[in-house]
C-alpha cells in the first residue's frame, strides 16, 4: 500500500512538473510572440513571381533576402545579441542623427518633405513599401525616416541600402525589447490584466490603484504603438537639428502601407488647394481602409449604385479592422473618381478614417503641443483615438478639419502579421491586388486638378467622445508620454557607426 501511494505521488508530481514545463513554454512564445510571430509569419513569405513581374529589375534588390547563415548575418546576429549592446548602438545612432545619401541628394531644407515610417518588425511588408517608395516621382526630394522599436541588423541593412533618397534611422528608445523585464516592457511585478482591483491590492503588484476605464490593466505590447506614435513625432518636429526650422509637410506611414506614384504629387496639389479653398484644413489624407476604389470622373451610373454611402463604407470598414477579423481583399474598381479632374473632400478628420498616409505641418503641431496633455492622458491605448480625443477638445477653436482625396494614394496591405494569424495568409497575394489596381489607375494618376467638396461629416465624424478604449489607465504611461514633450533640441553628434 505505502509503495503504491509512492508511485502516486511520483506520479502527480512528474505530470504537475510537465504541466509547468509546457506552460513554461507557452509563456515564453506568448512573450515573444509579437515580435517572432509576426516576423518568421511575414519572412516566411516569398515573393512571388507574379509581384515581382511589376516590379522594376533594378528594385528586385530590395526584395532579396539574403540567407541567414551568411557569415556577415551571423556575426551581426551576434553581436545585436547583447541588449546592453543594442541600447549602445541606439543611443549611438540617435545621437548621431546621421542622414544617409545626404552628400547625394543635398541637405534638408525648411520645405523639404519628411515621410516619417513607423517600423515593427514585419520585414516583408517593408520592403513592398521601400519599394513603392523607390517608384514614386520627386522622392528623392523628400527625407525618409524611419522609425524603430526593434533593433535588427537585417532590417537596418535593407533601411542602408536606399539608394534613392536621403534617408535618417531613428530609433524610439523606451522599447520593449530594450526593457524586457522593466517598465515600459513587462515588470514581473506588474499585475494581471484581468486581475479585479481588490485582488491586485492584496497581491501589491506595482500598478494596483490604476486600471484603466474597463477595470484591466497595462499591457506593454499595446501601449507601446502609441508612445512610440508620439516619441516619433516629437522627435522629428521637436528635438532634430536638421528640422529646427522646417516648416513644410511630414507625412506618417507605417511598415504595412504601399504607396501610389504619385502620392508625393498629389501630396502637393492637396495643399495647394487647401491653401487656396481651405486655409482652415489642417491636415491632408491620402489613404483609405476602403476595399472599394473609384476611377475616373464618367463613372456608370449602375456601378455607382452598387456601392454603399462614403460613411457607411467607413463606418463597415473601421468595424472590420478594429474586431481584427480575417478578411480578404475583395475590392473592386469602380471608374469614376481618377480622371483629369478628381474629387477630395473637406470634412472633420477622424481618426479611424484618416489616419493612414496622413500629414501636417508644424503649425498643426504647435496646435497640439498646446494641449499635449490631454493625448497623454486620454484613457486610450490607440494613438489615432487620443489625437481625435485632443481635437474635439481644442478651446474655441472647432475640431481639426483634414482635405483628403476620395481615390487614394497610400494602402493598407498589412492582411498579415500579429492580428490575422490565419493559416492561408499570403502576404504576395494581398500585394499582388494593390499592384494590378494601381497598374488599372495609371492612366489617370497625376491629375491635372481636383475639385473639392466640403461636407460637415456623417453622425461618425460629430459624435464626441465620452470615453476612450482603454488600456492606458497606468500613470506610469501617462508620465512617460508627458516627459517625451520635455526633451528638447539636440545637435548632431559626429560619431556615427555604420
Known amino acids: 500500500m505505502p509503495r503504491l501511494k509512492y508511485a502516486s505521488v511520483v506520479r502527480v508530481v512528474v505530470i504537475l512538473g510537465l504541466f509547468c514545463l509546457w506552460l513554461q513554454i507557452m509563456l515564453s512564445a506568448s512573450g515573444g510572440g509579437m515580435y517572432r510571430d509576426g516576423?518568421?509569419?511575414?519572412?516566411?513569405?516569398?515573393?512571388?513571381?507574379?509581384?515581382?513581374?511589376?516590379?522594376?529589375?533594378?528594385?528586385?534588390?530590395?526584395?532579396?533576402?539574403?540567407?541567414?547563415?551568411?557569415?556577415?548575418?551571423?556575426?551581426?546576429r551576434a553581436v545585436s545579441k547583447n541588449l546592453t549592446e543594442i541600447r549602445k548602438a541606439i543611443q549611438r545612432s540617435n545621437e548621431a542623427q546621421y542622414i544617409h545619401n545626404e552628400d547625394i541628394y543635398g541637405p534638408v531644407q525648411n520645405d523639404t518633405i519628411i515621410i516619417a515610417i513607423q517600423?515593427?518588425?514585419?520585414?516583408?511588408?517593408l520592403r513592398h513599401l521601400i519599394v513603392s517608395l523607390a517608384q514614386a516621382r520627386?522622392?528623392?526630394?523628400?527625407?525618409?525616416?524611419?522609425?524603430?522599436?526593434?533593433?535588427?541588423?537585417?532590417?537596418?541593412?535593407?533601411?542602408?541600402?536606399?539608394?534613392?533618397?536621403?534617408?535618417?534611422?531613428?530609433?524610439?528608445?523606451?522599447?520593449?525589447?530594450?526593457?524586457?523585464?522593466?517598465?515600459?516592457?513587462l515588470d514581473p511585478n506588474d499585475c494581471p490584466r484581468d486581475v479585479k482591483m481588490q485582488q491586485a491590492i492584496k497581491l501589491k503588484c506595482i500598478n494596483a490603484l490604476h486600471p484603466d476605464l474597463h477595470g484591466h490593466y497595462r499591457e506593454a505590447k499595446y501601449t507601446q504603438t502609441k508612445h512610440h506614435w508620439w516619441w516619433k513625432a516629437n522627435r522629428i518636429f521637436n528635438q532634430l537639428e536638421c528640422t529646427t526650422n522646417h516648416t513644410g509637410m511630414v507625412v506618417f506611414l507605417e511598415e504595412d502601407h504601399y504607396v501610389a506614384e504619385d502620392f508625393i504629387y498629389m501630396l502637393n496639389l492637396l495643399r495647394a488647394t487647401a491653401d487656396r479653398s481651405c486655409p482652415q484644413c489642417e491636415i491632408i489624407s491620402l489613404g483609405?481602409?476602403?476595399?472599394?476604389?473609384?476611377?475616373?470622373?464618367?463613372?456608370?451610373?449602375?456601378?455607382?449604385?452598387?456601392?454603399?454611402?462614403?460613411?457607411?463604407?467607413?463606418?463597415?470598414?473601421?468595424?472590420?479592422?478594429?474586431?481584427?477579423?480575417?478578411?480578404?481583399?475583395?475590392?473592386?474598381?469602380?471608374?469614376?473618381?481618377?480622371?483629369?479632374?478628381?474629387?477630395?473632400?473637406?470634412?472633420?478628420?477622424?481618426?479611424?478614417?484618416?489616419?493612414?498616409?496622413?500629414g501636417f505641418n508644424r503649425s498643426v503641431w504647435h496646435n497640439i503641443m498646446e494641449i499635449q496633455e490631454q493625448f497623454c492622458a486620454y484613457d486610450d491605448y490607440n494613438w489615432?483615438?487620443?489625437?481625435?480625443?485632443?481635437?474635439?477638445?481644442?478651446?474655441?477653436?472647432?475640431?481639426?478639419?483634414?482635405?483628403?482625396?476620395?481615390?487614394?494614394?497610400?494602402?493598407?496591405?498589412?492582411?498579415?502579421?500579429?492580428?490575422?494569424?490565419?493559416?492561408?495568409?499570403?502576404?504576395?497575394?494581398?500585394?499582388?491586388?494593390?499592384?494590378?489596381?494601381?497598374?488599372?489607375?495609371?492612366?489617370?494618376?497625376?491629375?491635372?486638378?481636383?475639385?473639392?467638396?466640403?461636407t460637415a461629416g456623417g453622425a461618425k465624424h460629430n459624435k464626441k467622445l465620452t470615453k476612450g478604449n482603454g488600456g492606458w489607465g497606468d500613470i506610469r504611461d501617462q508620465e512617460l508620454c508627458t516627459n517625451m514633450t520635455r526633451i528638447g533640441r539636440e545637435l548632431r553628434r559626429y560619431n556615427y557607426y555604420a
Open 288 to 358: 483609405t481602409y476602403l476595399k472599394t476604389y473609384q476611377y475616373h470622373a464618367n463613372g456608370d451610373k449602375r456601378k455607382k449604385q452598387m456601392t454603399l454611402n462614403y460613411i457607411q463604407q467607413v463606418r463597415m470598414a473601421n468595424e472590420e479592422r478594429r474586431k481584427r477579423q480575417d478578411t480578404q481583399w475583395n475590392f473592386q474598381v469602380y471608374p469614376n473618381l481618377y480622371g483629369n479632374t478628381q474629387k477630395v473632400d473637406i470634412t472633420p478628420w477622424h481618426s479611424s478614417m484618416h489616419n493612414m498616409g496622413f
Open 384 to 454: 489615432d483615438y487620443s489625437l481625435l480625443h485632443l481635437s474635439q477638445n481644442r478651446k474655441n477653436q472647432e475640431k481639426f478639419k483634414v482635405i483628403m482625396s476620395k481615390g487614394p494614394r497610400v494602402f493598407h496591405i498589412g492582411e498579415c502579421g500579429i492580428h490575422h494569424k490565419k493559416s492561408n495568409c499570403n502576404a504576395s497575394s494581398v500585394i499582388s491586388k494593390v499592384q494590378k489596381l494601381l497598374q488599372n489607375a495609371k492612366p489617370y494618376l497625376f491629375p491635372g486638378s481636383v475639385t473639392a467638396t466640403v
Open 119 to 125: 517600423v515593427h518588425t514585419r520585414l516583408t511588408y
Open 138 to 185: 520627386d522622392i528623392e526630394r523628400t527625407l525618409l525616416v524611419f522609425s524603430h522599436d526593434y533593433y535588427n541588423e537585417e532590417i537596418n541593412s535593407l533601411v542602408r541600402s536606399i539608394d534613392f533618397t536621403k534617408v535618417m534611422q531613428i530609433f524610439y528608445p523606451y522599447s520593449i525589447q530594450t526593457h524586457p523585464n522593466e517598465f515600459p516592457g
Open 39 to 76: 516576423e518568421e509569419l511575414m519572412n516566411s513569405n516569398d515573393t512571388s513571381e507574379q509581384v515581382l513581374a511589376l516590379v522594376p529589375p533594378e528594385l528586385h534588390k530590395y526584395l532579396t533576402v539574403h540567407p541567414k547563415n551568411s557569415s556577415v548575418n551571423s556575426t551581426e
